[in-house]
């Protein structure tokens, strides 16, 4: 399967997303999956100036996702797929079989939210849906970078981070 990272990152694709990880990893393929962002030519383009040559970059719905989930796996790319926050992740596992893995590259502030890492901000409606995704077997961790420690998410949610 080409869909090599599951990413929760609220900034969606910036330095981070591009360089840290795409780059790094050697992925070709950015899968990004938003309702409104898909709907959107001027983000769809704002986000796409961010992505250097090399990199393809796709804009997907929830149900866009899904329904070509499986043509991610017939191309010889390796890639990533991020969300801009928990419930999209949610959804798309609740629908597509094989997200082994997911993790939270940065959540900032927001109303009713509680500071659990550095980069990362939870509210109770978070924590039930990564809870959920743990519970159907996916392991969920916060890294920012590939270099950083991978934190797991018992160690997220009681804000143990280690930074």
Known sequence: ?????????????????????????????????????????????????????????????????????????????????????????????SQIAGIAAVHIGGLHYGLGRAQKLRYVFLDADDETRLRALAAHGVAVTAQDLPTARAVALEDILDGRGGE
């Open 1 to 93: 399967m080409p869909i090599r990272l599951f990413r929760i990152d609220d900034r969606l694709i910036h330095g981070q997303v591009v360089v840290g990880w795409a780059q790094a990893l050697g992925l070709q393929l950015i899968v990004l999956v938003d309702d409104a962002v898909a709907e959107a030519d001027w983000e769809r383009e704002l986000y796409a100036v961010a992505v250097p040559r090399g990199i393809e970059l796709r804009f997907e719905t929830v149900a866009g996702a899904v329904a070509h989930f499986a043509d991610y796996g017939r191309v010889a790319r390796e890639g990533m797929l991020v969300t801009r926050d928990v419930a999209t992740m949610g959804a798309l596992q």
